[in-house]
Structure formats: C-alpha cells, structure tokens
Nanobody, 123 residues
C-alpha cells in the first residue's frame, strides 16, 4: 500500500520559513519523480515544485522561484520543501505527489498523492 505523508505545516508570520517533509512508503521511491503542489483557499490545486528521480533536475513555479527549494533523500524515501520568505499568498494546503518514471509539472500525471498539510502565513 503506497502512502505519502506530509508534515511540517503550520502558522507562520510573513517573512518566516517552514520546511515541509513528505515520507513515502510502499513504492520504489527512486523510480518516481516527486512534486509539491498546493491548493489555496477557494482556488484550484497548482504546481509548486518538482524534482527528478535522481534529484539532479528541479523546476519551480514562478511565484516561488528563489524562495522555495525542493530536495529528496532516496535512502530515506523522503522529499522536502524548504520555504523561505513566506508571503500571505503562500497560504494553502500543500500536497506531495509521486509520478512514475516521468518528469513534469502537471497534476493529472501523478500516480499518488498525500493527504496534505496546511500552511498559513499571516501578514
């Protein structure tokens, strides 16, 4: 049974930092690219960041580039999202997702999703 479990969300003031963690189990982690997505209140789910299977390639949404960093540890089956200089518009439920053997920013191509973790940034 595949599980993706996010943690690390919370309430933070604007300008602060949070580190999200996604723990994966039940899958061959190293053959999946991993992504972070978010769903702001009342809006559609959107792409945030993606990392390739080896960790050698990453891509970011324009709104987070330079502030967020995605990384992974294939030995621990973990993926991380370091979020710095947080803004109120970063408030959302953040989800990690696993995509088998391919790489990209789309939502529909992901095979597995976590349950999400809430990030709230106060002004």
């Amino acid at each position: 049974q595949v599980q993706l479990v996010e943690s690390g969300g919370g309430l933070v003031q604007a300008g602060g930092s949070l580190r999200l963690t996604c723990a994966a189990s039940g899958l061959s982690f190293s053959v999946y690219s991993m992504g972070w997505f978010r769903q702001p209140p009342g809006k559609e789910r959107e792409f945030v960041a993606v990392i390739s299977r080896s960790g050698g390639n990453t891509d970011y949404a324009g709104s987070v580039k330079g502030r967020f960093t995605i990384s992974r540890d294939n030995a621990k089956n973990m993926v991380y999202l370091q979020m710095n200089s947080l803004k109120p518009e970063d408030t959302a439920v953040y989800y990690c997702a696993a995509r088998w053997r391919s790489y990209g920013t789309g939502l529909d191509e992901n095979n597995y999703w976590g349950q999400g973790t809430q990030v709230t940034v106060s002004s």
